[in-house]
């Protein structure tokens, strides 16, 4: 048999990761007026990371059937329930990402879902 020429992954694993998150998930049925990385920077300034924005991931995806309350874009937020993210401090962050996108001219509906990092997993991989 002959051997595969692909790339072989190798796994990191982490029990607690420190990166990727708040996941910052935007879903559209048409192209956003803004790009990710145009709204990384304002995003990690929302949501109390800009000392360290490498821990934020901003997805824009495109959804091809949804149900609708009347928004452009529905954005969907996960990040590690601390201290200090208090409802009221998560409530401000939610209407603060929903005005940067009105800004960009969307109207949003933003959730949020805070996680207990101890049952949070990732696994990595890169190609030798």
């Given at each position: 048999?002959?051997?595969?020429?692909?790339?072989r992954p190798t796994f990191?694993?982490?029990r607690a990761p420190k990166r990727a998150m708040p996941l910052v998930k935007?879903?559209?049925?048409?192209?956003?007026?803004?790009?990710?990385?145009a709204l990384h920077k304002s995003l990690a300034?929302?949501?109390?990371?800009?000392?360290?924005?490498?821990v934020m991931k901003v997805l824009c995806?495109?959804?091809t059937d949804e149900s609708t309350l009347g928004e452009d874009v529905y954005v969907d937020v996960r990040a590690k329930a601390k201290p200090e993210r208090t409802p009221e401090?998560?409530?401000?962050?939610s209407e603060e990402?929903?005005?940067?996108?009105?800004k960009h001219g969307h109207a949003a509906n933003v959730r949020?879902?805070?996680?207990?990092?101890?049952?949070q997993y990732s696994a990595a991989s890169t190609v030798e």
């Open positions: 048999a002959q051997a595969s020429l692909a790339p990191c694993r982490s935007i879903f559209s049925r048409r192209t956003l007026n803004v790009s990710a990385t300034k929302i949501w109390g990371v800009q000392a360290t924005p490498q995806l495109p959804v401090v998560v409530q401000k962050a990402t929903a005005a940067l996108l009105a949020v879902e805070l996680y207990e990092p101890s049952l």
